[in-house]
Nanobody
Framework: QVQLVESGGGLVQAGGSLRLSCAAS????????MGWFRQAPGKEREFVAS????????????DYEDSVKDRFTISIGNAKNTVQLQMDSLKPEDTAVYYC???????????WGQGTQVTVSS
């Protein structure tokens, strides 16, 4: 079993920045993906960004939803058990509960955090 705990949400003005972090505990993986999703009030949960890695490779593969490209950056810690989402140039439409997720490199995300609120004021 994997536990995911998010931190770093809060209130920020439009144009500002926030950095979300997610710490994973429980199982260890030789390869995996971690990612961020968000859900705004009255909307479906949507994909934001993901990162894939393998202990056999020094590189990572990242993917972003179109509306956050060039504004958000996903990264993973050296121990491969934390993932961060640096969010710059925030917009009011980025307001949502942000969820951390983890899973195998192929297939769906299997583990989810409880979520952290991000509110961007105009």
């Amino acid at each position: 079993q994997v536990q995911l705990v998010e931190s770093g949400g809060g209130l920020v003005q439009a144009g500002g920045s926030l950095r979300l972090s997610c710490a994973a505990s429980g199982r260890t993986f030789s390869s995996a993906k971690m990612g961020w999703f968000r859900q705004a009030p009255g909307k479906e949960r949507e994909f934001v960004a993901s990162i894939r890695w393998s202990i056999t490779s020094s590189g990572t593969n990242t993917d972003y939803e179109d509306s956050v490209k060039d504004r958000f950056t996903i990264s993973i810690g050296n121990a491969k058990n934390t993932v961060q989402l640096q969010m710059d140039s925030l917009k009011p439409e980025d307001t949502a509960v942000y969820y951390c997720a983890a899973g195998p490199t192929v297939g769906r995300f299997e583990y989810w955090g409880q979520g952290t609120q991000v509110t961007v004021s105009s």
